[in-house]
Nanobody
């Protein structure tokens, strides 16, 4: 069984920064395709950024140049560095791991951008 635990969310002013972490239990992390998704109230859950097991990254157009995804396989952890945050970035952020055809989700962490 794989568990994903997100942390690092909170309240931040526009223009501020946060770093989200997702710690994975189990032995599949290094071989997993990892992603960060977000879901705002009344909206669907959308991909924010993803990173392959070899470190290739992909970003939603809305966060390119502001967010950076990275992973530390030794710590079984994936990160999302978020800079220049805006109110429209407010959402619950979820970590997702895909190992072959099996998908795992974290419980989510709230990010609120407001003055």
């Amino acid at each position: 069984q794989v568990q994903l635990v997100e942390s690092g969310g909170g309240l931040v002013q526009p223009g501020g920064s946060l770093r989200l972490s997702c710690a994975a239990s189990g032995r599949i992390f290094s071989g997993s395709y990892m992603g960060w998704y977000r879901q705002a109230p009344g909206k669907q859950r959308d991909l924010v950024a993803s990173i392959t097991s070899s470190g290739s990254t992909n970003y939603a157009d809305s966060v390119k140049g502001r967010f950076t995804i990275s992973r530390d396989n030794a710590k079984n952890t994936v990160y999302l560095q978020m800079n220049s945050l805006q109110p429209e970035d407010t959402a619950v952020y979820y970590c997702r791991a895909t190992y072959y055809s099996i998908v795992y989700w974290g419980q989510g962490t709230q990010v609120t951008v407001s003055s």
